[in-house]
């Protein structure tokens, strides 16, 4: 098939090939794995992942560098971040080796799906979860690491592209102690009435409060936030209800290593209302800049373009991620 490498947004376009690895014997342990065609799986209906939602699931990027050669980007912190959650829902995880394998085999096997330089990324999406039969309420038999790739574009487009958020506080996304905290398939279809609902008002999603208090903001639906005011960058603390965003962390030491002080605290509504500039993180985000937030029917605008934190900030990644700038703090590895 040939691509036109221009039009790509964030949808899926099938690539040749997938990985699969699944347990045997008492479900424990990850026998070796393997790349097959892509495809549909077989699975029943009594797998632990349709009935209980045992699931997790992860995003990385594989990145064409102006050489030709493809990298991946702190890789072994996905793997980290997995075994995190599946120690929680009870489930094995592979290795951070045979995580790390596993994604190299993916990638090589759909080399020729890496976009050219930046005209974009290969999106991985590796799952985990209950593949083997329940009834009573507990962990499956026998678990699945499966691991697909699709070609997509920026997500930002030259600084032109900024978000527009919404705060509701009707509809938590997660709350202390429950599961907000890690990359569960159960996060995400409880937000989707209230952010198509956000989106048909010309929102680009929601901003979500905490729970407890309705006081503080969390995250988005699909990344972590972060506001700026003059040389404080500040973004809600890891309590178990914010996902721990691998991009977070990068632009925490990145925003250090260029001298702005960060906190990682509570972040009142009032405070995010009185910023200078506001913007998103993710692995599929990247690093987006929020136009506007609108709370209570009161909409706040903040700046945008080139002369902003956040546009010096993810020059600074996505140069580090396509290697067209210095790796110094040692996060990426080339697989070719
Ligand atoms: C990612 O950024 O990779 C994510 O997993 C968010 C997703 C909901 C698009």
Not at 35 to 59: D, M
Request: hydrophobic content about 40%; charged content about 20%.
């Amino acid at each position: 098939m040939k691509m036109n490498w221009d039009n790509l947004g964030f949808g899926l376009t099938p690539t040749d090939f997938m990985y699969v690895m699944k347990t045997s014997g008492d479900g424990c342990v990850f026998d070796d794995g393997q790349i097959t065609p892509y495809g549909n799986i077989e699975i029943s209906p009594s797998a632990g992942v349709f009935n209980y939602g045992q699931g997790l699931f992860e995003g990385a990027k594989a990145y064409r560098r102006e050489d030709g050669h493809v990298q991946l980007f702190r890789i072994e912190e996905n793997a980290r971040r997995i075994k995190m959650g599946a120690d929680r829902l009870c489930m094995p995880a592979p290795s951070v080796e045979q995580f790390v394998d596993a994604i190299t085999k993916t990638v090589l096997a759909n080399k020729h799906w890496v976009p050219p330089a930046g005209k974009g990324s290969l999106y991985l999406r590796p799952l985990l979860f209950g593949s083997g039969s329940v009834l009573g309420i507990g962990p499956a038999p026998e678990y699945s690491f499966i691991i697909f790739a699709s070609p997509i574009g920026n997500w930002y487009k030259n600084g032109s592209s900024a978000m527009s958020l919404l705060i509701q506080n009707k509809v938590a996304r997660a709350s202390l102690g429950g599961t907000g905290g890690i990359k569960s398939i159960t996060n995400y279809a409880p937000v989707f009435e209230v952010v198509q609902k956000a989106k048909a008002q010309g929102f680009a999603d929601v901003l979500f409060l905490d729970a407890a208090t309705g006081k503080n903001i969390e995250e988005v639906s699909s990344c972590n936030i972060f506001i700026v005011k003059g040389n404080l960058i500040s973004t809600p603390a890891l309590q178990g209800t914010i996902l721990p965003g691998i991009t977070r962390r990068s632009v925490i030491e990145i925003a250090l290593d260029f001298g702005y002080q960060v906190e990682e605290r509570d972040v009142p509504v009032k405070e995010v209302l009185d910023a200078d500039e506001v913007f998103c993180t993710g692995t599929a985000v990247g690093i987006t800049p929020v136009a506007s937030i609108t709370y209570q029917d009161k909409k706040v605008e903040y700046k945008t373009g080139e002369e902003t934190v956040s546009n010096k900030l993810r020059v600074n990644l996505t140069g580090i991620q396509t290697g067209a700038m210095e790796d110094k703090m040692g996060w990426t590895v080339m697989i070719d």
